[in-house]
């Protein structure tokens, strides 16, 4: 006679295939992949500074805690593990864009104590020694943005003490001059960030005659062309601070026209994709000053909501999971593994039951 137990084998596979498939086609809620903290404290509060990746530090210049103006430049990455003074500008400057040609970092006008400027510094780390250039900008300005793209350093807007800037520099580093750009920003721009991804150089923001400004402008220097693209930042804003990391720029806080902003925005050239991320700076900043460096972004000081300079090294960093983070094909099959057991227990017992 055929025993009338159930034969739970076909069932049991066809439940285990079936966790498996529902664990795994379960997407977990991802954030935006980094981690965002203060990571250092520098000597004294400050913003208004301006900040270059030499390949071995971050070196940060000048900036004013609202009292003084400082000349001061400030060291922190692979050579010193704490931000530490090394050596000084001949003069004190703030809202003085700076870059990095691959051996001197360059700083363009801005302000001393006294006065605006339109000069240019340049800064050896070997020597901790400043040169003053003979090539001047045409007037004085601060709140300009510059970049470098494997050649030359351009220079963007900028308030001149008069009215707010829309032409563009470019400056030769081994030439020691200045070349007007025929292109020019749609309108003059101030407390504007910029970035080079390699092609381009894209320019977030600013605080125009108007306000400020949410656009997005594109440079091209090889064809000397500008454009404003269709994607925006998700609100105006101005005193931001920028990286560009390969794939993606980053954009933090800034000022709306009333308040600081915590703020951090993805954008995508490729996509033209912008994105404000979940993450958020510690708290609302403006003017501070940014670097890309090691995988990670230092964001440096800043002005607070409450009009109070910060002395915060904030560090962005790809999120690392924890060891313990069981993926969901593993689950999925420790599920599988769970009911078979079970089931297997259930038809033994089933077995031994008299027909």
């Known amino acids: 006679m055929r025993s009338t137990h159930l034969n739970w084998t076909r069932p049991a596979v066809i439940m ?7 664990v795994t086609t379960i997407q977990p809620v991802r954030g935006s992949g980094w981690t965002v903290e203060v990571s250092d404290h520098m000597p004294r509060a400050l913003f208004r500074a301006s900040a270059v990746w ?46 990095w040609d691959g051996q001197y970092a360059f700083i ?35 709140g300009a943005s510059a970049v470098w793209d494997g050649h030359d350093a351009f220079i963007f807007g900028g308030h001149n003490g008069t009215a707010i800037e829309k032409k563009i520099y470019k400056y030769n580093t081994t030439t020691d001059t200045f070349t007007l750009m025929s292109a020019e920003l749609p309108v003059g721009s101030g407390g504007n960030s910029a970035v080079w991804t390699g092609t381009s150089i894209y320019i977030f923001g600013g605080k125009t005659g108007a306000g400020a400004s949410g656009q997005i402008l594109k440079y091209d220097p090889l064809a000397d062309t500008m454009t404003k693209i269709s994607a925006t930042l998700p609100s105006p804003r101005f005193h931001t601070s920028a990286v560009w990391t390969g794939e993606d720029a980053y954009i933090f806080g800034g000022n709306d026209g009333v308040h600081a902003l915590a703020d951090i925005v993805r954008f995508n050239p490729a996509t033209g994709m912008v994105e404000q991320l979940a993450e958020r700076l510690p708290g609302p900043r403006e003017m501070t000053t940014a670097v890309w460096a090691k995988n990670r972004a230092y964001v440096f000081g800043g002005l607070s909501d409450v009009i109070l300079p910060l002395d915060e090294i904030v560090r962005m960093q790809p999120l690392v999971k924890p060891k313990t983070d069981w993926s969901a094909l593993q689950i999925g099959i420790i599920i599988a593994v769970a009911v078979l057991v079970v089931v297997a227990i259930a038809s033994l017992s089933l077995r031994k039951k008299p027909t």
């Open 16 to 22: 285990a295939v079936c966790a498996v498939m529902a």
């Open 54 to 99: 030499a390949g071995f530090d971050a070196l940060v210049f000048g900036g004013t805690d609202d009292i003084d103006v400082f000349s001061a430049v400030l060291y922190y990455g692979l050579s010193s593990s704490d931000p530490i003074v090394k050596g000084h500008l001949t003069d004190a400057t703030m809202t003085s864009p700076a870059i």
């Open 108 to 142: 363009f006008a801005g302000q001393n104590r006294s006065e605006m400027q339109s000069r240019v510094l340049r800064y050896d780390p070997s020597t901790s020694l400043t040169k003053v250039m003979s090539a001047r900008l045409p007037t004085t300005r601060i």
